[in-house]
């Protein structure tokens, strides 16, 4: 089984540990392909870096198209562009933010978020009201950190991180914690030692939901919004992005 793992922003060294987190999960007869876009901003942190980075995911999967790819991950807390991306194949796409919801449910009743800015908690707000958690969730926390603090030395990120954690338990009356970043993947057991309560980290969530759907034989369904987008002409610089229908 070939599982594309994209992280969204451009940053390598990131997209290099995301891959190491999900090889260590995936089932041995699963190939992990850890890819970013060519184009676009070296993390994610507003609305606009989504909006732009949701083209690279697209590029992606268009190329893991080509490749043959049995299931796509898009390995950002956003999960910039994962409609957009489902429309370009029949292969399952996992975003990391959905996958964490669904597990965090299975073990706890109630679970909060840790992310990295303040500024980006909206955008986990919103995904919770499109996916159906938000009653799950008792409290979105920031380290206030920016995304690449993660990268080099994380250590103070990392106890920035853990501190977030333990406000969450003592105070959110929560019984797991969803960290929110594809950047936080190494860093999950750390924290699961230094807070005592479950941690959700979405890439592994992501990779074994894609290996269980892709093992049921359960595809992206054509049927309704998900279809292929429809014969279309793209202009300028968007022009490798025509195509003429399913
Ligand atoms: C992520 N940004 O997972 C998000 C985290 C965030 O570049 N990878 C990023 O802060 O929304």
Request: charged share 20%; with cysteine; glycine share 8%.
């Amino acid at each position: 089984m070939r599982i594309r793992v994209i992280n969204p922003n451009t940053t390598a060294a990131m997209t290099e540990k995301i891959g190491e987190a999900a090889r260590k999960v995936a089932h041995p007869d699963t190939v992990i392909i850890a890819t970013n876009p060519r184009n676009g901003p070296v993390s994610i942190e507003c609305h606009f870096d989504e909006a732009v980075s949701a083209v690279g995911v697209a590029d992606e999967v268009r190329a893991g198209e080509q490749e043959g790819t049995d299931a796509y991950i898009v390995a950002c807390f956003g999960d910039p562009g994962l409609f957009a991306a489902r429309e370009l194949t029949r292969a399952p796409v996992i975003g990391i933010a959905e996958a964490a919801f669904h597990l965090a449910t299975l073990i706890s009743t109630r679970f909060s978020i840790v992310t990295t800015l303040r500024r980006t908690g909206i955008i986990a707000e919103h995904l919770l009201q499109t996916y159906g958690f938000s009653h799950h969730c008792r409290r979105i926390r920031a380290a206030d950190i920016p995304v690449l603090d993660l990268e080099d030395d994380a250590a103070p990120a990392l106890s920035k991180i853990i501190e977030e954690c333990l406000q969450a338990k003592e105070h959110d009356d929560i019984g797991a914690i969803v960290l929110g970043c594809g950047g936080m993947a190494d860093l999950t057991a750390e924290i699961q030692r230094n807070v005592g309560v479950p941690i959700v980290e979405g890439v592994t969530a992501a990779v074994k939901l894609a290996e269980s759907l892709v093992s049921l034989g359960l595809e992206t369904s054509k049927h309704g919004d998900l279809a292929f987008p429809p014969a279309k002409q793209f202009i300028g610089q968007y022009a490798h992005l025509s195509n003429n229908g399913a």
